[in-house]
């Protein structure tokens, strides 16, 4: 005949934690709170393991008696409600205000939270037609407030669909429903916007400083290099290549002159006759001046 187990519902703090075996699991002892007014003389269960839904896990903080809190460690305990069974209290549900005092979640948000302030949030988009999640890691002072943060912000309203990443230092990197890509400085006066299609790379900043090779719209191995303002990095520069293309030109030129020297000149000196075919252009070495840096 099955003897049946008396089973009494059971209020209780967590007073003390550790996690044992391979598996790590988490174990409580406990302290119940049934009308006893003195915690030394309060019932108490040991190494009471701690349930949560598969794939979560958590071990509470240790408790913080009243007038001993300060700052990022508040007084406060984890509180279990339990089913006493014989001599043990198993643990079924537990919560732990100095956690909750943390977030304050929004109908429809469900998330994590831990005891310094960083929390993942998932709730309801402001069009009521998606889910916008929020991942923050703070930086506390001793006072317990944040005083800087890591962020990433996931918007998924139709009007601002963006996917944003912020350092605690305030640089940040951010993707938007234009198709933009958006790199920030921590001032914010320095930017690299990489535009959708044609809209191209636009760079914004007090100073830019580019090192090494830039392909500038050519595959020629001289010209390959960043010209601004008319200036070539000689560090860049082929130099063999470039006397060739030099030379070439140079040809080019004493060549047009041998065609077209100029005899009608009248003892006066007025001119008579002007070439038809004019100078050629200077190439695309001779046209840019080589500055050593």
């Not at 350092?167 to 320095?190: M, P, R, W, Y």
Request: with cysteine; hydrophobic share 45%; net charge negative.
């Amino acid at each position: 005949m099955p003897v049946l187990t008396e089973m009494v519902i059971a209020l209780g703090r967590i007073v003390a934690t550790r996690v044992a075996g391979t598996a790590n699991a988490v174990l409580a002892n406990l302290a119940m709170m049934e009308e006893t007014i003195d915690d030394v003389e309060a019932e108490t269960s040991t190494d009471e393991p701690l349930y949560v839904s598969p794939g979560l896990y958590g071990r509470p903080d240790v408790p913080v008696a009243e007038g001993m809190g300060a700052g990022n460690r508040p007084a406060g305990q984890a509180e279990i409600v339990g089913l006493r069974i014989g001599d043990h209290v198993l643990p079924v549900a537990c919560r732990d205000l100095r956690i909750n005092a943390k977030v304050n979640p929004k109908e429809g948000e469900v998330g994590l939270a831990q005891y310094r302030g960083g929390f993942v949030s998932l709730k309801t988009n402001a069009t009521d037609d998606g889910t916008d999640v929020v991942i923050y890691a703070p930086h506390n002072t001793t006072l317990g407030v944040a005083d800087k943060a890591h962020a990433i912000s996931l918007d998924s309203t139709t009007a601002n669909s963006s996917i944003v990443l912020v350092h605690s230092f305030g640089h940040s990197v951010a993707l938007t429903k234009d198709g933009e890509t958006c790199i920030t400085n921590k001032q914010g006066t320095g930017f690299v916007l990489i535009k959708d299609d044609a809209g191209g790379v636009v760079l914004s900043a007090p100073a830019i400083t580019l090192n090494g090779t830039v392909t500038a719209g050519t595959a020629d191995p001289v010209t390959a290099n960043l010209i601004v303002d008319g200036i070539v990095d000689v560090a860049a520069l082929d130099f063999v290549a470039l006397a060739a293309k030099v030379l070439l030109e140079l040809q080019a030129i004493k060549a047009w002159a041998d065609d077209h020297v100029h005899t009608g000149v009248t003892a006066g000196g007025a001119v008579t006759a002007v070439p038809s075919v004019p100078l050629p252009a200077p190439g695309s070495v001779a046209a840019v001046k080589v500055q050593a840096k």
